[in-house]
């Protein structure tokens, strides 16, 4: 099963248990629905905070080069795309037999409140990815890169700084065959 897979099937299970549990809550106190909704929504993102972290540390400690690391956010984006739209159509279904859950059409549950899920989802996911990789990569040494080719010479003649300071092949590359006369500046302090 691939990554976004089975994060995309957790997390429409927790949506739909969420809504189940709204449609109750609500409806035995309706007065204290907002209250209901908003702590619901928070116990799901924090599921969704607490597995991105571990995503994020896990990736940081496989992976110390930045560069080389995968790509989570869009591991988390199509997760939360199939969170949204599973949890939009079984709770339609639902719906269908259990009039407490408050569903709408079944169009409106696999877009409105599927690009919802899936907003939420991958925001909260992505914040906690970074904040994984940032609880190691503050604690990790600092990543030695390796060059290859010409840019692991380490003074090759195609260095851009060299060819902006005056001189400043020659210097780099030990050449020290120049045809082209230096123009002598007056009000400028001289090198020694």
């Known amino acids: 099963m691939s990554k976004w897979l089975l994060r995309g099937v957790v997390f429409a299970t927790a949506m739909v248990i969420v809504r189940l549990l709204q449609g109750a809550l609500v409806n ?3 007065g204290n629905a907002i209250w209901f909704s908003t702590g619901l929504l928070v116990l799901y993102s924090i599921g969704v905070a607490v597995w991105g972290l571990v995503d994020g540390r896990g990736d940081a400690r496989s992976n110390p080069d930045p560069d080389r690391r995968a790509d989570l956010a869009m591991t988390w984006l199509v997760a939360g795309l199939a969170a949204g739209i599973l949890s939009g159509a079984v709770s339609w279904f639902i719906g269908l037999f259990y009039k407490s859950i408050y569903t709408e059409a079944l169009l409106n ?3 409105t409140f599927a690009a919802f899920t899936a907003l939420l989802t991958f925001l909260v996911a992505v914040a906690g990815v970074t904040i994984g990789r940032w609880t190691v990569d503050r604690k ?3 990543v030695t890169r390796t ?10 003649d195609t260095d851009v700084f060299a060819a ?3 001189n400043g092949a020659q210097e780099h590359t030990g050449q020290t065959t120049d045809t082209t006369p230096t123009t002598e500046y007056p009000d400028r302090p001289q090198p020694s």
Do not use: K
């Open 28 to 30: 035995a106190s309706p």
């Open 109 to 111: 549950e696999v877009t």
């Open 140 to 142: 990790a040494p600092p």
């Open 147 to 156: 060059r290859h080719g010409l840019a692991a010479e380490e003074n090759t």
């Open 164 to 166: 902006v300071t005056a």
